[in-house]
């Protein structure tokens, strides 16, 4: 059963710079899985940042993609996220989760218990 | 980008109801689409893949139709843990999106 669990600030001020990191447990992370960052603003919907292979190949969405940098350490069983320029339009709860290569039918079947980030001064 | 639509965005239900929710597609995605279930607090909970597959360990009153651009949601009796907000997303391409929601309420 794999395990993903979110970690970093919950607080980071405006212009400044977002880092989280997913620990995966249960699974190897080197395997057909693309590692994928989901946010959630407060009483909004989902929305998908990006994602990554354990090669180092990435996509991001285009309205992130400037201010986004998803990276991966196998070594450590981990990826990581950094959003920057932030502002208040960041503030969310961000999500990592186990995603299927493109075009596969599958989804998004385990993710981690999510972690709120507070963009404030 | 593919655009996903839900309707409605909200619906009130009583135990026992069929409930269906749909999703349009601005652009044909086959059958790479996705339905999640997420309760207040919690992480979302994949039901369906590829349109109509049931993910291990879903109750079998989930079920999913459709291909191309439109797609449906059906939950054949609904239970008091069933309350919650679905959404639907596409695996067509990237970004990977996803619909903006429904809120199955109690009515």
């Known amino acids: 059963q794999v395990q993903l669990q979110e970690s970093g600030p919950g607080l980071v001020k405006p212009s400044g710079t977002l880092s989280l990191t997913c620990a995966v447990s249960g699974a190897p992370i080197i395997s057909s899985d693309w590692w994928t960052w989901v946010r959630q603003p407060p009483g909004k919907g989902l929305e998908w940042i990006g994602e990554?292979?354990?090669?180092?190949?990435?996509n991001y969405n285009p309205s992130l993609k400037s201010r986004v940098t998803i990276s991966i350490d196998t070594s450590r069983s981990q990826f990581s996220l950094r959003l920057s320029s932030l502002s208040a339009a960041d503030t969310a709860v961000y999500y990592c989760?186990?995603?299927?290569?493109?075009?596969?039918?599958?989804?998004?079947?385990?993710w981690g218990q999510g972690t709120l980030v507070t963009v404030s001064s | 980008d593919i655009q996903m639509t839900q309707s409605p965005s909200s619906l009130s239900a009583s135990v026992g109801d069929r409930v269906s929710i749909t999703c349009r597609a601005s652009?044909?995605?086959?059958?790479?689409l996705n339905w999640y279930q997420q309760k207040p607090g919690k992480a979302p909970y994949l039901l369906i893949y590829?349109?109509?597959g049931l993910q291990s360990g879903v109750p079998s009153r989930f079920s999913g139709s459709g291909s191309g651009t439109d797609f449906t949601l059906t939950i054949s009796s609904l239970q008091p843990e069933d309350f919650a907000t679905y959404y639907c997303?596409?695996?067509?391409?990237?970004?990977?999106?996803f619909g903006q929601g429904t809120k199955v309420e109690m009515k």
């Open positions: 590829a349109a109509s």
């Open positions: 652009q044909s995605v086959s059958t790479y």
């Open positions: 990554i292979y354990h090669g180092g190949n990435t």
């Open positions: 989760a186990r995603g299927p290569p493109p075009r596969t039918p599958a989804g998004f079947d385990s």
């Open positions: 997303q596409q695996s067509s391409s990237t970004p990977r999106t």
